[in-house]
Nanobody, 125 residues
Framework: QVQVVESGGGLVQSGGSLRLSCVAS????????IGWFRQAPGKEREGVSC????????NYADSVTGRFAMSRDNAKSTVYLEMNSLKPEDTAVYYC??????????????????RGKGTLVTVSL
């Protein structure tokens, strides 16, 4: 059974940093996509970043490029989202999601097969 569990959210001041973790286990696909999306209060869900195992590529939303970085620890079945230079507009619930194939197969990251329950990130002024 595939499980996706996020952690690491919290309250941080503007300009600060935070690292989110996502443990994704129970799948054995040859190729997989795994990424993060977020949803701020009253706003639509927004894709943040996505990694495709088939070609090793990672892509980022324009709004976080240069500030956020994904990394992986395959031995721990964990992906991380390192968030730097945080802004109040980054405040949202952050979700990890994974599915078979390539990131390009999913028009929206939240449509991936498996998603966690989310972790809240709050950035204060």
């Amino acid at each position: 059974q595939v499980q996706v569990v996020e952690s690491g959210g919290g309250l941080v001041q503007s300009g600060g940093s935070l690292r989110l973790s996502c443990v994704a286990s129970g799948f054995s696909w040859d190729y997989y996509a795994i990424g993060w999306f977020r949803q701020a209060p009253g706003k639509e869900r927004e894709g943040v970043s996505c990694f495709s195992s088939s070609d090793g590529t990672t892509n980022y939303a324009d709004s976080v490029t240069g500030r956020f970085a994904m990394s992986r620890d395959n031995a721990k079945s964990t992906v991380y989202l390192e968030m730097n230079s945080l802004k109040p507009e980054d405040t949202a619930v952050y979700y990890c999601a994974t599915g078979y194939g390539h990131c390009a197969d999913y028009e929206r990251l939240y449509t991936m097969d498996y998603r966690g329950k989310g972790t809240l990130v709050t950035v204060s002024l």
